[in-house]
């Protein structure tokens, strides 16, 4: 028997999201009318980690740099999914471990890809 949900019981979410973005307005409000006003030279410049900037933001970057930060990502989230089989490797029984072996599979096959294209060698430029 499934429960019907009536639009009062969904007050205490909606009060609490109002209380919520009250807060974040209330805050930067505040902040803003009653902190300092000082500004100078030093103080607008931009700021990266303690390093002067130097040259352009808009100096092109290697499409090699993003093709290393996207497999990177990929392969990683992909071998996330490694841990909840581990964990249930003796309940998922035969079905689990062919099915991992599948998804290792795809999974070399793509990484074997990647090598015969050349993505992950680096030349010296």
Known sequence: MMKEYLPSDFLPI?????AAV?????????THSIGPKRHSVKKDDPFECGIESKGDA??????KYFLIAILFVLFDVEI??????AVNFMKLGWFGFV????FLGLLMTGFYYIIKK??????KE
């Open 14 to 18: 909606l009060v609490q999201l109002i």
């Open 22 to 30: 009250g807060f974040i307005v209330f805050t930067m409000i505040v």
């Open 58 to 63: 808009r100096t092109p970057i290697s499409i």
């Open 80 to 85: 996330i999914f490694m841990y909840p089989w």
């Open 99 to 102: 099915e991992m072996v599948l």
């Open 118 to 123: 050349g993505v992950l060698t680096w030349e």
